[in-house]
């Protein structure tokens, strides 16, 4: 008698799907706004948040989630910044999942309503389609990266809820048209709000935390 195969595939996505819905419950039930950072490696997102420790200090408990490929280098600057922090480590993964970010959040030390931001790992690409249970994506793009980045890397551009263009006190030095990189932003998503912000500075971060604290939960 002939050997029949079968195969058998893995439905890995609507596992993600569910791991997503489970953090969202999680989320739910303990009052924390997840806000999914991402934005290419380098474009200033740990940066971004050490300075928003101080800018929401006093007006909202926050946490971070780090994500990377490896080292908690990152983990450990927030920690310097005197956030709850913890590192999830992706390997080879180019993203972070949900299940991961789940089990983060299980273990967050948080007690109360809360901001948790997740710092996914440097990619433009691959986070941007990943639902983690997040209440908004949000863009990190650095002035150095050129003004072109949104039309060639849509998918981010069109998910996010807010775009953070940062590092503008470079400007000065670069030979950059900021009204292109606006212009190319509101082709791919003519909605969404962008945040002009220097982390070394400050410059631009009070809006930024302002409208932070107007992202509800997800639908
Ligand atoms: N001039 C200037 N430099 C910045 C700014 N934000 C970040 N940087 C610098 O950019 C480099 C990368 O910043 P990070 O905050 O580590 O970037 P990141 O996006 O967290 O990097 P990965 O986690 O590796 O993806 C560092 O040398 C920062 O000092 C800024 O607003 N202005
Ligand atoms: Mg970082």
Known sequence: ?????????????????????????????????????????GSGKTALLEKLAGALRDRAACAVIEADCAT????????GAGLPVSQILTGDGCHVTAAAVHQALSDLPLAGPALVFVENVG???CPASCDIGEAAKIAVLSV?????????????????RAVVLTKTDLLPHLRYRLEDVL??????????????ISAKTGAGLPAFADWLLTVGPPE
């Not at 908690?72 to 920690?79: N, S």
């Not at 082709?187 to 002009?196: L, M, R």
């Open 144 to 160: 150095t990266e050129g003004e072109d980045k949104p039309l060639k890397y849509p998918i981010l551009f069109r998910a996010a």
């Open 123 to 125: 990619n433009l690409v």
């Open 1 to 41: 008698m002939p050997t029949e195969i079968i195969r058998v595939y893995r439905d890995v996505l609507s596992d993600d799907r569910r791991w997503a819905q489970a953090a969202r419950a999680l989320l739910q039930a303990r009052g924390w706004i997840l806000l999914n950072l991402i934005g290419s490696p």
């Open 72 to 79: 908690t280098r990152d983990a450990e600057r927030i920690r």
């Open 183 to 196: 212009a190319a932003l509101r082709q791919v998503n003519g909605a969404t709000p962008i945040f002009q």
